[in-house]
């Protein structure tokens, strides 16, 4: 079975540029998870979603990224202006949780490494 | 407050070791817990749940204090493969599905 797929795999930019992501889920997977990982340092999550429909952005900075999974498969994470401490490790990951079939394992994808410079 | 505690290490043990990582959690509401391997420059991966009666794979052992917020994992024969971070991983808030993920322990094993 495929995992996550995620592309790029890295990404160089300068500071006040805009970059986006893409995450493919594992086929089936209702719930898809956007997590940022600083070096040192544990995923923390941004985004939520279940389906198309966004479940938790608390932890979103709202005023420069956005993400969004039209037709509740594929998602894109984006950052515009990005900042030097937007530098950090991309991760996508999904699962079959939801409030019908309850917690499910979270599978990760490879990642995308953001450099700002 | 973060809501998941642990030691960074690093650990550095020799092959054969019996090695034991520990973290704690804020959220005393919390229900599941969960061990994460992430290996240098990959993806977190699962690598057990935490059960409150405390549980084994193979050479590892997992075991969860509810009372202390408590969550332990204990390696035994360690190998020169188990050389990785291991994340502590507990679920909160409202929303279903959400981690929060401890910062790591990193541990190196040598020959």
């Known amino acids: 079975e495929a995992g996550v797929a995620q592309s790029p795999r890295y990404k160089i930019i300068e500071k006040r540029q805009s970059v986006a992501f893409w995450c493919n889920p594992i086929?089936?997977?209702?719930?898809l998870y956007w997590y940022q990982q600083i070096l040192g340092q544990g995923p923390k999550l941004l985004i939520q979603?279940?389906?198309?429909?966004?479940?938790?952005d608390s932890q979103l900075p709202k005023d420069r990224f956005s993400a969004e999974r039209l037709k509740g498969v594929d998602s894109t994470l984006k950052i515009q202006p990005a900042k030097l401490e937007d530098s950090a490790v991309y991760l996508c990951a999904s699962s079959l949780t939801t409030r019908d079939r309850g917690l499910d394992e979270q599978f990760f994808g490879p990642g995308t490494r953001l450099t700002v410079l | 407050r973060k809501e998941v505690e642990q030691d960074p290490g690093p650990f550095n043990v020799p092959e054969g070791a019996t090695v034991a990582f520990n973290c704690t959690y804020s959220n005393s509401a919390s229900q599941s817990f969960f061990w994460y391997r992430q290996d240098c420059r990959k993806e977190p991966k699962l690598l057990m749940s935490?059960?409150?009666s405390g549980n084994e794979d193979g050479r590892f052992t997992a075991q969860l204090n509810r009372a202390s917020q408590y969550i332990s994992l204990l390696i035994r024969d360690s190998k020169l493969s188990d050389s990785a971070t291991y994340l502590c991983v507990v679920t909160g808030g409202s929303t279903l599905g959400r981690l929060y993920f401890g910062r790591g322990t990193q541990l190196t094993v040598w020959p």
């Open positions: 935490v059960y409150s």
């Open positions: 086929s089936g997977h209702a719930t």
């Open positions: 979603f279940q389906n198309n429909g966004v479940v938790d």
